[in-house]
């Protein structure tokens, strides 16, 4: 009885390993043919200054919308599409895409507005990365002080890549670099002091409990107090609550982004919302 329970589980385990393996197949796949058929769009969330309560710029968020799935969220196809290579051309045509809508955007008389892209580990350390961003700016006719990378955290102190001298090459073009994730891993401060780069968005785990952990809100003033000396843009993200705003006001970051003011939108949703100026409520400046 012993033995046949050890077959069967035995059996189980291979058809588990089957199946995961068809279905890392199946999704590499279908995010090739999502890629030739154009199935990825992207969605814009406003990310505010607080001393104006403007929008500040919008960060580009992709989003695969599957004829039958319906939408998919970046966490659910880009681990898969990093770890095979797909990130390349799928993180291209992203990057494109928000280069050509903000020239759009220009176009329509939306002047003020900047664009924030986000790259990946393997995007960054691709040999030829400043010649694919001057390429997508080129391609949209955009300013390139209008476009901002957002780069994680854990991929600058990768120890194997001079990420300061990576970016210097993109400064040189003109396009800004800010750090996301910022306080998840484990860069030094003698090394922020080293990389060009002008602006630090706090790791949303931080902001999250910033309100109820002692603990977070301390790592947030730290981390304020840093970008502070070194002359640093401070954006907290993932701000859901009016109790982790009024968590965050008393350390003044520079700029807030998260549910509590605004949704990801479509494109057109965020053209219509650009036009209105709205300032969120907890936003509009007191005398
Ligand atoms: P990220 O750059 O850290 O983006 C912030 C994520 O937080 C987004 O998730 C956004 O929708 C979400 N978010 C915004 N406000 C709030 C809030 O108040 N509460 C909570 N809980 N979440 C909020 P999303 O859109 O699922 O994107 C996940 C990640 O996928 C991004 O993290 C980014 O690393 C990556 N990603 C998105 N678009 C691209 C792209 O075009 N290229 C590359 N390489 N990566 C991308
Ligand atoms: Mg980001
Ligand atoms: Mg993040």
């Not at 002047?111 to 960054?124: E, G, K, M, P």
């Not at 030829?128 to 391609?139: F, H």
């Not at 000396?229 to 009024?246: M, N, S």
């Not at 807030?256 to 509009?284: K, N, S, W």
């Amino acid at each position: 009885r012993a033995k046949h329970q050890g077959r069967n589980a035995c059996r189980f385990h291979s058809e588990t390993i089957n199946a995961l393996a068809f279905e890392r197949l199946a999704l590499e796949n279908a995010l090739r043919h999502a890629l030739e058929r154009e199935e990825f769009v992207l969605h814009y969330q406003p990310i505010f200054s607080t001393r104006t309560g403007k929008v500040a710029a919008v960060e580009a968020l992709i989003r695969w919308q599957h004829p039958e799935i319906g939408v998919v969220m970046p966490n659910q196809f880009l681990p898969l599409a990093e770890e095979t290579g797909l990130i390349a051309p799928i993180g291209q045509a992203a990057l494109e895409a928000a280069c050509k809508q903000a020239r759009a955007w220009i176009d329509q008389g939306l002047t003020d507005i900047h664009v924030n892209v986000n790259l990946s580990a393997r995007q960054l350390h691709t040999p030829d990365i400043e010649e694919k961003v001057a390429s997508a700016l080129e391609a949209a006719g955009l300013p390139p002080g209008v476009l901002q990378l957002e780069v994680p955290e854990s991929c600058v102190t990768d120890k194997g890549h001079d990420s300061s001298a990576l970016f210097a090459r993109i400064n040189a073009l003109g396009v800004n670099i800010a750090i996301d994730d910022f306080g998840s891993g484990y860069s030094s401060f003698a090394f922020l002091r080293r990389l060009p780069t002008n602006s630090l968005k706090i790791d949303q785990g931080f902001v999250r409990n910033s309100a109820t952990e002692v603990e977070d809100a301390e790592i947030i003033t730290a981390i304020i107090a840093v970008a502070r000396g070194l002359h640093l843009t401070v954006v907290a993200p993932g701000i859901e609550t009016q109790g982790q705003f009024a968590a965050l006001s008393r350390y003044e970051c520079d700029q807030v982004q998260g549910f509590l003011f605004a949704h990801p939108m479509p494109a057109a949703e965020m053209t219509a919302y650009l036009r209105r100026g709205d300032i969120p409520p907890c936003l509009v400046p007191r005398e």
